[in-house]
């Protein structure tokens, strides 16, 4: 009886310590094929309310990962995470050792950015969004084909990789295999996109 009072206990504590982390805001956020002629490559608005040096760009990703490293995200996922973002059976993440990395506090920035800039972007195959503040670089990419998506479900892709990867001292991507394939995540400012062969 002590045992399963003190384990509540124990467990209560710890889940009220990593609320405020996992309480970001839910968004509604889309994601599908183009179809169509895809129109020049663009950036994604920056909010009037942005931070001096918040930027963002378009790149093309230019440093091959492998497949075989990535974990399926639902192992890692706690219960209440997966009620407020939008994971797919078939997304996955890996998290990699950066030095320098970046620091938490402006990947925060970022998602925050991106989730405030309402945002609709096509997103030609093989390119990036590139979203820049202070140490941190996140990314957006489409790996196989022309896609349609918001900023809202970028944001929540984001806001993912944080809460698994940057708030532990790492960078990382997760990476949706379901067309249309994409990949997400944050570097350190400057570093080479990230990219899986998933096509």
Do not use: H
Not at 81 to 106: G, L
Not at 146 to 167: K, R, S
């Amino acid at each position: 009886m002590k045992v399963s009072f003190l384990t509540t206990l124990f467990l209560s504590v710890a889940l009220a310590l990593e609320t405020p982390v996992l309480e970001r805001r839910a968004r509604a956020g889309t994601l599908r094929k183009f179809n169509g002629a895809a129109p020049p490559p663009r950036a994604a608005k920056v909010p009037s309310s942005a931070p001096a040096g918040y930027k963002t760009s378009v790149a093309t990703a230019n440093v091959k990962l492998s497949v075989d490293s990535l974990t399926p995200a639902t192992l890692r996922r706690r219960e209440d995470q997966v009620e407020t973002r939008q994971v797919s059976a078939s997304d996955f993440f890996e998290c990699y050792n950066a030095n320098p990395a970046p620091r938490p506090q402006d990947c925060d920035v970022i998602v925050d950015q991106v989730s405030s800039s309402n945002d609709l972007l096509i997103v030609s195959a093989s390119s990036c969004l590139v979203f820049s503040f202070g140490t941190c670089q996140a990314f957006f990419c489409s790996l196989c084909t022309t896609l349609t998506t918001d900023t809202n479900f970028i944001a929540d892709q984001l806001d993912i990789v944080d809460a698994l990867c940057v708030e532990g001292g790492q960078t990382g991507s997760i990476v949706g295999e379901d067309a249309p394939q994409w990949d997400a995540g944050f570097t350190y400012a400057g570093a080479g996109l990230p990219f899986y062969d998933v096509c």
